[in-house]
């Protein structure tokens, strides 16, 4: 698993983004795939989350991922009402001030971001593919972050691998909501070799947007999803192969005593 400095220093405050490695799928979704949304076998998936969970310090229980829509929609958890996978809620955001609880995002090439307010104890965790991103995903899980106490001058933010610009080819009709909403959005679209197209940045996207925000420090992975096919999951990889399907990816932020 991966961790990144921005989130580590910070005291009573886990955090991973986990690789592919170190599960028991087989095939496409070898082998950490964390994802009941996927085909795998749900008792591989099971085992994949428990292991994670250990790496955590937790019971698998106490990890909790959402059915993500790709929608702005955040979720306080409330360690007395906890819930299972599958047949979670539907949203794409978490925030939590109880420690012990795991806020999970899956991911395969979409930006896991994890928040954390260390002072207030309070954590965030987003799951913000181009959709979420544009609506403003980040913007609604500090916003939900701070009525549980946390200041976003106090914030760090780290955005965990996803699919990079040299990887991420969008059409003609891409740039244009992007660059609606903000004029200067359009340093994150560059000339494809396909007439027409472009390649986005996703993860400097979402670094300016929370820097806007205002965030006390921001951090970027570096790591590209389809690019890096021993790692991580790629949905985008997976469909220029032909394969229908993919394994997700875990990240998870948490407080501890």
């Not at 539907?90 to 995002?105: I, Y």
């Not at 002072?119 to 991103?133: E, F, L, P, Q, T």
């Not at 609604?140 to 760090?156: D, F, I, N, P, W």
């Amino acid at each position: 698993m991966l961790t990144l400095p921005s989130l580590t220093r910070l005291p009573h405050v886990r955090h991973a983004f986990f690789t592919r490695e170190g599960g028991v799928s087989q095939g496409i979704y070898a082998s950490l795939n964390c994802g009941y949304g996927s085909t795998d076998d749900p008792a591989n998936v099971a085992e994949n989350r428990a292991r994670a969970a250990g790496r955590l310090g937790l019971a698998p229980e106490r990890l909790l991922t959402v059915h993500q829509i790709h929608s702005t929609t955040v979720l306080r958890v409330d360690d007395t009402k906890l819930w299972t996978s599958p047949g979670a809620p539907k949203a794409d955001a978490m925030v939590t001030d109880r420690p012990g609880v795991a806020l999970g995002v899956l991911s395969a090439d979409c930006a896991p971001v994890l928040l954390a307010d260390a002072s207030a104890h309070v954590i965030g965790a987003a799951h913000a593919g181009w959709k979420g991103a544009l609506a403003g995903v980040v913007e609604t899980t500090l916003s939900a972050m701070e009525k549980l106490g946390a200041q976003r001058a106090r914030v760090h933010a780290a955005v965990g691998p996803c699919i990079a610009r040299e990887s991420y080819e969008v059409g003609p009709e891409f740039p244009a909501p992007f660059i609606d909403q903000d004029a200067t959005n359009a340093a994150f679209f560059s000339a494809s070799r396909r007439a027409g197209h472009y390649m986005f940045d996703l993860p400097g996207y979402l670094l300016r947007r929370l820097r806007l925000l205002g965030v006390a420090a921001v951090e970027d992975s570096g790591h590209d999803t389809l690019g890096n096919e021993r790692q991580f999951f790629s949905y985008r990889r997976n469909t220029l192969q032909g394969v229908k399907d993919y394994g997700r990816g875990l990240s998870a932020i948490m407080l501890v005593d």
